[in-house]
């Protein structure tokens, strides 16, 4: 890595000769092979802990992970945030990964803890109070609030966080395996390139490519819009674009994740052609009907159409998948009142090589490939 960054023309101190030497004697494989044999692909968690349970047992699993029929777990990211035990969801996880009968990914969401960003939803891991849903006439911005009672299981122990990061540090932003990839947010063959036999984590892959962007920046990009700008920093690191996916600008401002965001995620499987084989994603916010609305979409524009199947898999090749059933705007439905799943929100998994797709809340499983629409919860 030290090499390939003086052949960047990267600054190679000490200190990244260090970091380097380190990760070589204990790397991190950023692209690793997938499970053989059935798995059970879970979507987006976000400290939903009590759906996941419940998701597991539906499935047949024990409270070690384990499967009478030999099949095993991976889990595609996001396994925190919002949620009311992202402590408690990572430590289940946890122990099925170091158990040998579960495999995850990082989603966007341990990358930015793993950073040290404080974002909307992950104040927890610092041991801070954060209040998610904002009842005020703006219905928007989070707000922080001191003393107020929360929901959330917060880390009080910075040996508690000191391991959590460490258990980060050792998993991969991708799977794979001849007929299946499974990766957070966007399956790119060149981004994916740049990231195989990287030595280090993910977020000192980030650091590297971020630092061959900030290099662009300050020389081609010099006079470049802010929009040119900000989507060659997301669109050029390929860690962002396995964990959160290619942006390009909206027309209008719109907030989403705390946040006013002009750039928009783009449905990159619409030209994807089946090349890499079936393709798992979560992170894009699909949601199965709706009984209430809000009135503002907390998740900005989205990327399915209304009258679309939120069931159906994704492009022109139907081979792509997103699990995500926005179960990290659960937090919405807890701090107004609403019953749970009235916005749409679910926990679900991928079966295979069955190929069908399974619920949380017992509404019947779907066999992908088959329009249709789901079936109402049980």
Known sequence: QAI?????????GPLWVLVSIAHMSNPCTLVADLFDGPVDVVGDVHGELGSLQTLLFRLGYDGNGTHPEGRRLVFVGDLVDRGPDSVGVVRLVRSFVERGVAQMILGNHE??????????GNH?????????CNKSADARFPVLAPGRPCFQTLL??????ASMLEFF??????????????????????????LRGFAGDAVDAYNHFDALVQQ????????????????????ENPVNVLSSGMEA????????????????????????????????????WRRLPTSVALGFSPTGPSLFPEASDPTALLGASSS???????????????????????????LAAVRLPEKTLHFADGRPSVQLGLEQKPAERT
């Open 4 to 12: 390939f960054a003086q052949e960047q023309g990267l600054s190679c």
């Open 216 to 235: 662009k920046l300050d020389t081609e990009l010099a006079e470049a819009s802010k929009d040119e700008r900000d989507m060659a920093v997301q669109n």
């Open 124 to 132: 927890w891991f610092w041991g801070e109070v954060e209040h998610l």
């Open 111 to 120: 990358l930015n803890i793993m950073k040290g960003q404080h974002k909307h």
């Open 320 to 346: 792509v998948m997103c699990v995500d059933y926005s179960i990290g705007m659960r937090f919405e439905e807890r701090g107004r009142g609403l019953q749970e799943g009235s916005l749409g929100t679910a």
């Open 156 to 161: 009080q122990d910075d040996e508690d966080r």
């Open 169 to 194: 540090r050792k998993q991969p932003l991708a799977l794979e395996r001849p007929d299946v990839k499974v990766v957070h947010a966007m399956w790119d063959d060149g981004s994916v390139a740049r």
């Open 249 to 284: 600008p909206v027309r209008e401002a719109f907030f989403a994740g705390g946040k006013w965001r002009k750039l928009d995620r783009q449905p990159w499987w619409e030209g994807y052609k089946g090349e890499a084989g079936l393709v798992i994603v979560g992170h894009y």
